[in-house]
């Protein structure tokens, strides 16, 4: 766990600093992370056979499929597009809900709706402005992924955990200052990879535009 935290606060900063330059391989990836999630969370727990899949199947059946998904948004470039603005929605829709008033909602609809609208605004927002939508997703979903791997070996995935919980609407201890320093940090990490990006890395680079 350790080395694949450490190689994926790497791959953080690399994709939060040179996310535009290696659009294909962000469009790739996209792809493969929503595909992949999406099919785990169906598939893990359900009964085939009479027997429930395990944790490796489920994982190896997703990562099957998100290969396909990944190819899609490679070789479609709207597609690729569309999931990458989705992600960048899903992450801000649940960090809002991890850091917002612990009152529960009325209705357990409300966050999830919440998620998924901020989810299909700036899927629709990166199809209207590629390269600032596609700087601006790179920039937060690395900095998310270096804080993450960061948080492992400070607190243990502290922070993950937290706001999962709190997306789920489980109750959980208030946020420690270790906590709001990692968010703090994504946020600084976040907004430099955008200026990096936006006037260094991504300066004359067009995709397609």
Request: some cysteine.
């Amino acid at each position: 766990p350790a080395a694949l935290c450490a190689l994926g606060a790497l791959f953080g900063v690399v994709c939060g600093c040179f996310g535009y330059r290696c659009f294909r391989a962000v469009m790739f990836l996209s792809g493969l992370l929503l595909g992949s999630a999406v099919i785990f969370l169906l598939c893990h727990g359900q009964r085939v056979l009479e027997a429930p899949l395990g944790t490796e199947l489920s994982a190896g059946i997703a990562l099957g499929i998100g290969l396909l998904c990944g190819l899609l948004t490679l070789l479609l470039r709207s597609l690729g597009l569309f999931s990458t603005g989705l992600l960048l929605g899903l992450l801000l829709g649940t960090l809002a809900l991890g850091t917002a008033t612990p009152q529960p909602p009325p209705s357990p609809w409300v966050p999830a709706g919440t998620v998924l609208g901020l989810a299909l605004l700036c899927a629709l927002l990166a199809l209207r402005w590629p390269k600032a939508l596609t700087v601006l997703a790179t920039a937060a979903l690395g900095a998310a992924a270096a804080v993450t791997g960061a948080d492992f070996f400070v607190e243990g995935l502290a922070l993950p955990r937290y706001v999962w919980a709190r997306a789920r609407l489980e109750p959980v201890a208030p946020l420690c200052w270790h906590g709001w320093a990692m968010l703090a940090a994504w946020a600084l990490l976040g907004g430099i990879g955008g200026i990096i990006q936006w006037k260094v890395t991504g300066t004359g680079v067009r995709h397609g535009e």
